[in-house]
T-cell receptor, first 115, second 117 residues
């Protein structure tokens, strides 16, 4: 059974610091996603990673994927308060019919950036 | 607003009552998903529609749950004889059929929060 584990689950950072969130998954998958969720709000898609070695960057966030290690990282550079949110990684079930949207989510990393 | 729309946003009901949630996906998206999210957890897949056909159902979707998408546009999720364990956020998402970057990328609504007393 596909499992997705994120760590840490809670992260308190100071503004200006760097940190990395880790996402491990247990079986082969061909797609990994990172989402952001603000309290009481919807999930916002951040990155879609499709291949081994994929690296994507948007602003202060950079995501990478190592399919051999079954590991993705979300790196935060010079954190600012606006990045405070919960970040989820999600992995697609491999060869799972045609839906492509049957995702297994991690429990999320609640990030708090303090001045 | 062309995003995924869900209503009601919050429903409080007594145990044993039936509730229904509605989801209007992004208009050009033919794929629609329901997920459930409980406090402190990530979303869990419930079911998937491609157009009007329900193609996947999770074992989480007990026989008290039924979802429809009668004309391939909006969808409803009904929970009969609600239990306190049904209290959760019910999220709807849609995605286009396609390839490349958008493949499987889900666009979520803001959810319908159910509280069962």
């Amino acid at each position: 059974e596909l499992k997705v584990e994120q760590n840490p689950l809670f992260l308190s950072m100071q503004e200006g610091k760097n940190y990395t969130i880790y996402c491990n998954y247990s079986t082969t998958s061909d797609r990994l996603y990172w989402y952001r969720q603000d309290p009481g709000k919807s999930l916002e898609s951040l990155f879609v990673l499709l291949s081994n070695g994929a690296v994507k960057q948007e602003g202060r966030l950079m995501a990478s994927l190592d399919t051999k290690a079954r590991l993705s990282t979300l790196h935060i550079t010079a954190a600012v308060h606006d990045l405070s949110a919960t970040y989820f990684c999600a992995v697609a079930r491999a060869h799972h019919g045609g839906s492509q949207g049957n995702l297994i989510f991690g429990k999320g990393t609640k990030l708090s950036v303090k001045p | 607003d062309t995003g995924v729309s869900q209503n009601p946003r919050h429903k409080i009901t007594k145990r044993g009552q039936n509730v229904t949630f509605r989801c209007d996906p992004i208009s050009e998206h033919n794929r629609l998903y329901w997920y459930r999210q409980t406090l402190g957890q990530g979303p869990e897949f419930l079911t998937y529609f491609q157009n009007e056909a329900q193609l996947e159902k999770s074992r989480l979707l007990s026989d008290r749950f039924s979802a429809e998408r009668p004309k391939g546009s909006f969808s409803t999720l009904e929970i009969q004889r609600t239990e306190q364990g049904d209290s959760a956020m019910y999220l709807c998402a849609s995605s286009p059929e396609g390839s490349g970057r958008l493949i499987g990328e889900l666009f979520f609504g803001e959810g319908s929060r159910l509280t069962v007393l």
